[in-house]
């Protein structure tokens, strides 16, 4: 049905003359003109109109009363920009899609692309323009023309029969960035996006969810994707659910979760976490974090002079740590765990304080502070670290007896047995304070009368299964949801690194032929922001620089795109752009040509997708299917009762074939 005509055009705007006085058209709608070799599609930005009638005269009918100037014909156009442009040649054999040269034909008719029921050509064109810029993968997106402002407009306003599809696996080392205000639908187009992965795509993928909200573990959404993984065929092990509620007490989770299949409720070894991760994380100023290193690098040096030997293990009464204990505090590479934290705080609580004493009261002393002190760390400033670092490590020191052991109950990192037992942290810290000839008689040695073997037993789940669930297909979940946003930071940024050290360390040929690992990040600034990204410590800033090359890619979430670091969101290959209102994130969108006039008022998951691998580098407005969209439940269902009545089949075909009397049968 034509709408209008083509009026004029000037600076890749086209002026579109409405010739139907009473059709509504908004910011978004689609529209296409006809063209020898194909068609011209054009989206509406802007609206223009007129009455041919001095506004005096106007003012005059409102004034007196009278009838509106019925006979007076109104000037209505509408502003389009040329996005599409799809070329037929050979009759139609082959299929072109490309961005316009040039604008359509003055006096051309124009048409809306709408998706209602009979409009047979515009189902067409957006079917050789889904074929003409997808060039395989996954569905991950429907073509939009407008904006469903409420729900019974979806059907004539998202094209759900012809999906863009995106080669997630090429396009995800790219990275991805998600961006749009709150309640734009960020998480649950990511959501849906992996749905869509389980239900059409390949098995080499591993999607790794940081969920800072708890969404991804819910159950509505793990049971839908156990439907799309049985419709798949997938329960023989070819991908994986797994999902980590990451808590202090198990009993903060609903215990119908604690028997589910694939879901692990625990909190986490603390010689499983990278010291630097925590520091980085929690200290940003230089001096800070240049203080803690400093100490971190003493006190390993301090740790593994206490070793057992052999000459130790030979000498009656004299404290060391077994290398099983030594395990705990560094890694087989030499780097400080969080443990060795942990160890920082008992240290401040039980040793220094007695050596600063002795330092007053003007005797010669020689301990583990004045190790501290020559490196150029003092008192002040230990205190000031060892408080933040208990605070936000979820640590208490209690007083045990005669000395102050480490209590972690609130916390979700679980310290080692030999920091929470009297008589086995006085042992330790003998083997600390001797290292160093301590001359300072410290009440707690003079307490515990003989060493104890100290006990490397640690409660919690190890990062490390985490780590190596990620190298393999499917969607693991870790549950941050549940503890405080620092602690969140510190086990993201310590997964994280373990995962792309391990790549890494493979080499780019060996992790050619693995999945791609898809680090799914919510509120992405709190890793990517200006200030956050001048750690060399800082693992989502060096994948962003880096990861394409080892297969890991970040799909980045945030509420404001500019908030991350200029260069870090310029290697972001693919942009999904939801709804907003940032001045700086609608300039930063319409330099990838995202019009910002449409983009503040789309409506949940209505957006625009731009990407450099589809045959058009250009924004495609798009709306992202979710989990529970009725077409997508709805074909769910039907992959479901397929997959059923596949198993039957089967289920009789091997029936019949266990019964042949005939082997050949």
Not at 313 to 337: F, H, S, W, Y
Not at 348 to 367: D, I, Y
């Amino acid at each position: 049905m034509e709408i209008g005509r083509v009026y004029s055009w000037r600076n890749g705007l086209v002026n579109v003359v409405v010739t139907q006085e009473d059709l509504e058209l908004r910011l978004g709608d689609l529209l296409y003109v006809k063209v020898p070799d194909g068609y011209i599609i054009l989206e509406v930005v802007g609206h223009e109109g007129s009455v041919p009638a001095p506004p005096s005269s106007l003012a005059h009918v409102s004034l007196a009363g009278s009838s509106p100037l019925y006979s007076v014909m109104k000037e209505i156009t509408v502003v389009a920009r040329p996005i599409f442009r799809v070329i037929e040649l050979e009759e139609g054999k082959k299929l072109y899609v490309t961005v316009p040269q040039n604008p359509p034909p003055l006096d051309a008719g124009v048409k809306l692309v709408s998706n209602f029921p009979g409009d047979a050509e515009s189902a067409e064109i957006v079917k050789k323009l889904c074929e003409g810029v997808s060039e395989g993968g996954v569905g991950i997106a429907w073509l939009r023309s407008g904006s469903a402002y409420y729900p019974e407009l979806r059907k004539t306003r998202y094209f759900s029969g012809f999906a863009l599809r995106l080669d997630l696996y090429k396009a995800i080392p790219k990275h991805v960035l998600v961006a749009g205000s709150t309640g734009s639908g960020k998480t649950t187009s990511v959501m849906g996006i992996m749905l869509s992965w389980i239900r059409e795509g390949e098995p080499n993928i591993s999607w790794v969810v940081f969920d800072r909200h708890g969404e991804y573990g819910r159950s509505e959404y793990v049971d839908t994707v156990k439907m799309a993984m049985h419709a798949r065929g997938y329960r023989g092990g070819s991908i994986e659910l797994s999902i980590y509620d990451l808590v202090p007490r198990e009993e903060l989770i609903a215990s119908k979760r604690l028997s589910e299949e694939g879901r692990f409720v625990a909190p986490l070894k603390s010689s499983s976490i990278n010291a630097h991760d925590v520091v980085s994380v929690i200290f940003e100023s230089p001096r800070e974090y240049g203080d803690m290193d400093v100490v971190l690098e003493k006190l390993s040096e301090l740790v593994s002079q206490a070793i057992c030997s052999d000459q130790d293990q030979g000498q009656r009464g004299k404290a060391c740590i077994e290398p099983e204990v030594a395990n705990k505090l560094l890694t087989p590479e030499g780097e400080p765990t969080l443990s060795m934290l942990a160890l920082f705080t008992l240290i401040m609580e039980n040793v220094v304080p007695h050596e600063r004493a002795s330092l007053e009261r003007g005797s010669q002393v020689k301990g583990v502070y004045s190790v501290f002190k020559e490196a150029g760390v003092y008192v002040n400033m230990l205190r000031y670290y060892k408080n933040v670092l208990m605070v936000n490590l979820g640590f208490r020191s209690r007083p045990r007896e005669y000395v102050k052991v480490i209590e972690d109950e609130e916390s979700v990192f679980k310290a080692p047995s030999f920091m929470k037992e009297p008589c086995q942290v006085a042992t330790l810290l003998k083997a600390i304070t001797s290292r160093v000839g301590s001359t300072v008689l410290y009440p707690w040695a003079r307490a515990s009368k003989e060493e104890c073997r100290l006990s490397a037993e640690e409660k919690g789940l190890d990062v490390e299964s985490i780590v190596e669930a990620v190298e393999r297909p499917g969607i693991h979940v870790v549950n941050l949801s549940l503890i405080p946003p620092q602690t969140a930071d510190v086990i993201s940024m310590s997964i994280l690194r373990k995962v792309f050290i391990k790549r890494l360390r493979e080499g780019v040929e060996a992790v050619s032929n693995k999945p791609t690992i898809a680090v799914v990040s919510e509120e992405a600034p709190l890793y990517l922001s200006p200030d956050r990204v001048k750690s060399p410590f800082n693992t989502f800033a060096r994948v962003a620089r880096e990861g394409r090359k080892f297969g890991v890619g970040l799909i980045a979430i945030t509420q404001q795109a500019t908030l991350i670091e200029r260069q870090i969101l310029a290697n972001f290959n693919t942009i999904i752009a939801l709804r907003t209102k940032s001045p700086e994130d609608l300039r930063y969108f319409s330099t990838v040509g995202i019009p910002s006039e449409n983009l503040v008022v789309l409506g949940e998951r209505e957006g625009y997708l731009y990407t450099t691998d589809l045959r058009v580098k250009d924004p495609i407005p798009v709306y992202i299917p979710t989990y529970y969209d009725e077409e997508v439940r709805e074909a769910l269902r039907r992959e479901v009762v397929r997959a059923s009545e596949g198993e039957k089949r089967l289920a009789s075909l091997i029936k019949r074939v266990e019964g042949s009397e005939d082997p050949g049968g």
